[in-house]
């Protein structure tokens, strides 16, 4: 008998190290990510997440940081990283927009795994005078060189205070956490960014403090500002900010960051992988950070995102029961948007190529316009 429960425990043992092995091969044995620079919420979760896929299946990633959406997109797209941790660079790259309307990147064809929901205000130090939006009027306003995730996102929350960058101090820093920390070295008053970015808990415990000037859901005209120049933000009330007292809200304007992306080429075994890793490993990275929480296929694997989901995620999604039939509907216009786009740069590009660079970028803005404008 005592042989028998041996010989059954050492198979049993055998049998789980077998399932342990197969489950282990889903996922490539080393992986490469981008993220935003160290300090930043999105470096912050990316770091959680590859621990806990270290833990569970041996895998080894290696974060690449940078402070602009272009470090963290090119390795990406020239196949040097597997995935991207991304903010809202997603969506103009894909649309070919902002500091991507230029002959060397124009659309391209993105597509999302995962991206969990994000808070964002124009976010003040304490001293700095700025209750509301519309009290940013002529003070300085961080932004960050070649990161139109922050600055257009700022662009579009001044303009929910009825504000433009004519009427601000734009102060442009040449890193994410040069941006984020200005505030407490006094460089600047405010800027735009997720509430849990490490640089603002330490605004919060400075001598300046910090402030979210509200964006209030019952603010037509300012949603109707804000939405002129950037369409994917709508109401959210944040509990999950850096200085935030327990149990209160701030108002702000939700959108996804980070938006784990790669390109649509990927194999939709090797993401379907990923994002079975992801909801696998949940518990071993769910306490992270305040806001990894989020994380959860019901709040991170749904529309709207920035881009189309890539297939592979979608087939988990289906078979865990998260993604419904409006999910698919959105799904299938935004890769009709992005598809449309795509071809309309195939026929602009060439007939532009003899443009001067700003006179190319007006063109193709304006081109994309009528593109978008043209679909159901």
Known sequence: MKTAIKYGAALGGL?????????????????V????????????????????????????????????????LQPLLQGRADYAFLATEAFFVAEGAFDFATPDWGPRDLRAVAGRPAGITLIAAGDAGIETVEDARGKRIAFVAGNPSVNVKCEAILAFGGLTLDDVEVITFPTYGAAMSSMTRNESDATCTTPTTSQLYELAESPRGIHYAPLEADNTSGWEGLAKVLPIMGPSDEDIAAGLPEGETAKMAAYRYPVITTTSEKSADDVYAFIKALDETYDLYKDGTATMPRWTLEKSGRPAIDVPFHEGAIRYLEEKGVWTEEDTAWNEKRVARLDALLAAWEEFKPANAELEEEAFAEAWMARRAEVVAGLN
């Open 15 to 31: 049998m789980a190290l077998g399932a342990l092995s197969a489950s282990a091969q889903e996922l490539p044995q080393t992986m």
């Open 33 to 72: 990510w981008t993220s935003y620079d160290v300090g930043s919420a999105g470096y912050a979760e990316a770091s959680a997440i590859a621990d806990a896929f270290g833990k569970e299946f041996g895998t080894r990633v290696r974060i690449q940081p940078s402070g602009s959406g272009i470090g963290r």
